[in-house]
Every structure is written in structure tokens, then in C-alpha cells.
């Protein structure tokens, strides 16, 4: 059974993931980690719970979601994973982070690319990958079809749904992504989103004003 625990880092209140089971392997999504103080936190968790990081993965590479890619890569001997499509969102991460007031950023390397029907496992569990572009063009979300959650990156929050104001973005990528992909799962599924609280795709469907079936 995965467990999860989220952390909440940088100032764009960005949602990191490490999802773990029985055998003690975790992944680690998107990783905000920017200071000192948040790279601690994370870690003394990892330590503390005994986990085994085996691999680092992106929803997408805008600059928030990826701060801590270079620390954690190099801290665990990690692969990192990427979707292709999103190779020049992260290649242009240098720019942005000059912009927002990262002087600290490191870039790391993409070592495998995720695909949609390309699980990802660690111990004895799965995640799905789902292709969601529209909030950036190589955008992904990790299903755990068992337990019925959804790591949803950007793509849709309680309430509201990602930016499309950004480079590289399209509204109406997004809308279809959150209507093909994310709204065809069950009701009850849990959206674990990249900033603010979970939310159901139930819920969603009925209320959210950006996007209704």
C-alpha cells in the first residue's frame, strides 16, 4: 500500500510528493526544495522513515516544481524522469529562475523520458502515466489506480486548473487533458495537486468553473 507525504517548499507554496510502501522504496515528485532549511526537511524525513529513494520524477519542469531536481539527484544517485515534451520548459529553467530570484538553481539531466502507458514502479507498487499537456506541453500525471489518488502536478486544483498564461502553454490542451483524462476516472479518485489541497475528480466535475462536464 503507498503511503504519501507532502511538503510544501519555496514561495510559490509548491506541493513536493514522496510516495513509499511496504519494501521502504520511494519516489520522490517534484521535488521545490530550495534552502537549506527545506532540503533538511526532506531529507531527515527520507532518513528518519528509513526510506530508499529510487527514482525522481517531474509532472513538468516549470521552475518551482524542480529546484531540488540537482540536490536530490546527486544526494541519492537517482534517475531523474521527465516527459520529452517538456525538455524546453527545463532547458529555458535557468532564465526563469534568474527571473524569479533563484540564484542557487542547479540544472540537472534528464536520464529517461516517461511516456504514457509507460508505468513507473518502485517496490511493490505502480503509477500510471497520463500525458496532460496544456499547462506545459510535456505535462504528466501519476495514477495509482489501486489506491484511487492522482498526483496531478498543475493540471487541476480545487476549484481552479493550471495557468495557461505561461510560454508554451494552450487552454485548450488543458480542457481537454482534464476532460479525457483526469474526468474519466472515478468520482471518488483523490487529486494530490501541485499547490493548495486534494480535491476529488467528483467534485471537480460538478464545480470547478474553468472546466465542467
Keep these: 500500500m503507498i503511503q504519501i507525504e507532502i511538503f510544501t517548499f519555496n ?15 520511494c519516489v520522490i515528485i517534484d521535488p521545490g526544495c530550495h534552502v537549506y532549511e527545506e532540503r533538511k526537511a526532506l531529507t531527515d524525513f527520507i532518513s528518519d522513515k528509513k526510506l530508499k529513494p529510487v ?15 540537482a540536490f536530490i539527484k546527486r544526494n541519492y544517485n537517482i534517475s531523474y524522469f521527465l516527459h520529452e515534451k517538456d525538455i524546453p520548459v527545463l532547458n529555458s529553467a535557468p532564465d526563469r529562475a534568474a527571473f524569479w530570484g533563484f ?13 504514457e502507458g509507460k508505468d513507473i514502479s518502485f517496490g511493490n507498487s505502480t503509477l ?37 498564461d505561461l510560454p508554451l502553454c494552450s487552454f485548450a490542451d488543458l480542457e481537454k487533458s482534464i476532460k479525457t483524462k483526469l474526468y474519466t476516472l472515478p468520482d471518488e479518485t483523490v487529486v494530490y495537486p501541485g499547490h493548495g489541497p486534494s480535491t476529488t475528480i467528483g467534485f471537480e466535475k460538478k464545480n470547478n468553473p474553468f472546466v465542467r462536464l
Aim: glycine content about 8%; proline content about 5%; cysteine-free.
Design 11 to 25: 514561495p510559490f507554496q509548491e506541493n513536493t510528493y514522496i510516495l513509499w510502501d511496504e519494501t521502504l522504496e
Design 128 to 164: 500510471q502515466v497520463f500525458f496532460t499537456p496544456g499547462h506545459a506541453p510535456g505535462h504528466v500525471v501519476f495514477y495509482a489506480q489501486k489506491q484511487n489518488f492522482v498526483i496531478g502536478g498543475d493540471v487541476l486544483f480545487k476549484g481552479s486548473v493550471g495557468r495557461t
Design 103 to 115: 540564484p542557487a538553481y542547479e540544472h540537472a539531466s534528464v536520464d529517461e523520458y516517461l511516456e
Design 55 to 69: 527514482k525522481l520524477l517531474n509532472t513538468h519542469a516549470h521552475i518551482d516544481h524542480i529546484l531540488g531536481n
